[in-house]
């Protein structure tokens, strides 16, 4: 079981890596170039794997078949609302080039 000071963590830092990402990403176009930003990218996926390699799962056998669903009915119309919001977004939006 996860603790709630650990869930209150990961949480937190979700939060910050949203909220700090895309202002670093604008940072790093404007004052270098979209390569430099692959490499930052490539450089903290790479350490955010390496504590992934001491990660392990417990074992839990599966009891019974069930059916996998790819869509959960309950959110599909928000999620087709949401969807449509954003293409008409994307639509009256341009990129400067």
């Known amino acids: 079981m996860i603790?709630?000071?650990l869930k209150k963590l990961f949480t937190s830092s979700m939060t910050l890596a949203?909220?700090?990402?895309?202002?670093?990403?604008?940072?790093?176009?404007?004052?270098?170039s979209y390569s430099a930003l692959f490499?930052?990218?490539?450089?903290?996926?790479?350490?955010?794997?390496?504590?992934?390699?001491?990660?392990?799962m417990p074992f839990r056998p599966q009891t019974g078949v069930r059916k996998i669903e790819l869509?959960?009915?309950s959110v599909l119309l928000i999620a087709a609302s949401v969807f449509f919001l954003f293409i008409a977004y994307g639509g009256i939006t341009k990129p400067e080039i």
């Open 71 to 73: 869509f959960e009915k």
């Open 18 to 32: 949203m909220a700090i990402g895309p202002m670093f990403g604008i940072w790093v176009t404007e004052n270098q």
């Open 39 to 56: 490499l930052i990218a490539v450089v903290l996926s790479a350490v955010a794997l390496i504590p992934m390699l001491g990660a392990k």
């Open 3 to 5: 603790s709630a000071n």
